[in-house]
Structures are given as structure tokens and as C-alpha cells.
T-cell receptor
Framework: QKEVEQDPGPLSVPEGAIVSLNCTYSNSAFQYFMWYRQYSRKGPELLMY????GNKEDGRFTAQVDKSSKYISLFIRDSQPSDSATYLCAMTGGYQKVTFGTGTKLQVIP | DGGITQSPKYLFRKEGQNVTLSCEQN?????MYWYRQDPGQGLRLIYY???????QKGDIAEGYSVSREKKESFPLTVTSAQKNPTAFYLC??????????FGSGTRLTVV
């Protein structure tokens, strides 16, 4: 079993839809949770960062962490064609290496 | 602007040849990392370095080598021992707990 599981998609939604992206994990030492967005042929860029459990909102993006269930989510409201990318979840205990999910490819159709 | 610069963007390697991928950062980050990205497999850690003159093997270090002589630089050499080197290579740097800053990647192809 992988430490981090992420549905690879692809996920195709119409413009304006609410998108839900999810990851599950098995390592209870993880405390820092991140979401990266990666456009084709580019390096990933940090989108959202949360520490421990709870919600964090940034514009159209909301990250949720449920440590009791070992489950994290990223919600995108009013999705735009420019949101079309691969979304990677990532997590770490702090000073240790970061463990990544395999990524979910999202396509937002105009 | 601070960031990570990877070069070249595209690299072609002949069978039996060693090639070196460059990674330079001006973020003053201590830790630097090399990842390999293949379709459907996500990011796999090759090597990482937490301080100058020290580095550790990641999950898939065989066929690769690194050096860390300066804080700003962490080059990766793909040796002839790496039998399947065609992939997208990503360099990153990190401060504790704040996630990675990635470079724009190098796409290596064996010809």
C-alpha cells in the first residue's frame, strides 16, 4: 500500500462547476499538507498549505484536512479553463522528505 | 526574483553516455532535492541534500549521482548505469514545513 493515495482521474468538469480533489494517507506522522498545481511540461507550484487539521481558504480554493480519517481535500469553486492542470497532494512530518500523491489531471471545459 | 533555475530544458542522451542536469537556487534554502516524474507514477525521490557537502540517497538513487559543493547548486548526473533515464526531472528546495519550491524541470530523452 502506498503512503499516499490519489485518484489519477482524469476529471472533466464544465466551467463554473465545483471540483473536489482528494487524497488519503497512512502515515500518522504527517502534519503539513500541501496541494500543488502542475501545468503541462512545467514544474509544480505550491497552491495551498495547511498545518494539522482544519480548513484553509484562499480565493476560490479551499483545503481541508481531517487527520482522524487521514483524508485531505482541495475544493475549487467556480472552476475556470485556466484551472486545467494536474493537482498533486503532498505531505510531510516537517524536517523529513515530502511524500507526493500521483496527481489528478483536471480538465475544465468552457 | 528568487527561485530555482534548471538547465537545460530539454536534453538528449545517447546510450552509454553520462549527462549532468543543472540546478541553481537563490532562495537561501538549506535543503535541495531531485525528483523524477513519470506518467502515472508521480514524483519519486532520487537524492536529497540538507546541508553543503552532505547528501542522501532517495528511493531510486541507482544510476544517479549528485554533489553539493555550494549551497546554491545541486547538480544531478545521470550515468550510463541508469537503464531507463527517459523522464521529466525536477529539482526543488525546501525550508522546514513550508513545502517545496520547484524548478521548471528538465526533460531527458534517450536517443
Amino acid at each position: 500500500q502506498k503512503e499516499v493515495e490519489q485518484d489519477p482521474g482524469p476529471l472533466s468538469v464544465p466551467e463554473g462547476a465545483i471540483v473536489s480533489l482528494n487524497c488519503t494517507y497512512s502515515n500518522s506522522a504527517f502534519q503539513y499538507f500541501m496541494w500543488y498545481r502542475q501545468y503541462s511540461r512545467k514544474g509544480p507550484e505550491l497552491l495551498m498549505y495547511t498545518y494539522s487539521s482544519g480548513n484553509k481558504e484562499d480565493g476560490r480554493f479551499t483545503a481541508q484536512v481531517d487527520k482522524s480519517s487521514k483524508y485531505i481535500s482541495l475544493f475549487i469553486r467556480d472552476s475556470q479553463p485556466s484551472d486545467s492542470a494536474t493537482y498533486l497532494c503532498a505531505m510531510t512530518g516537517g524536517y523529513q522528505k515530502v511524500t507526493f500523491g500521483t496527481g489528478t489531471k483536471l480538465q475544465v471545459i468552457p | 526574483d528568487g527561485g530555482i533555475t534548471q538547465s537545460p530544458k530539454y536534453l538528449f542522451r545517447k546510450e552509454g553516455q553520462n549527462v549532468t542536469l543543472s540546478c541553481e537556487q537563490n532562495l537561501n534554502h538549506d535543503a535541495m532535492y531531485w525528483y523524477r516524474q513519470d506518467p502515472g507514477q508521480g514524483l519519486r525521490l532520487i537524492y536529497y541534500s540538507q546541508i553543503v557537502n552532505d547528501f542522501q540517497k532517495g528511493d531510486i538513487a541507482e544510476g544517479y549521482s549528485v554533489s553539493r559543493e555550494k549551497k546554491e547548486s545541486f547538480p544531478l548526473t545521470v550515468t550510463s548505469a541508469q537503464k531507463n533515464p527517459t523522464a521529466f526531472y525536477l529539482c526543488a528546495s525546501k525550508t522546514a514545513g513550508y513545502g517545496y519550491t520547484f524548478g521548471s524541470g528538465t526533460r531527458l530523452t534517450v536517443v
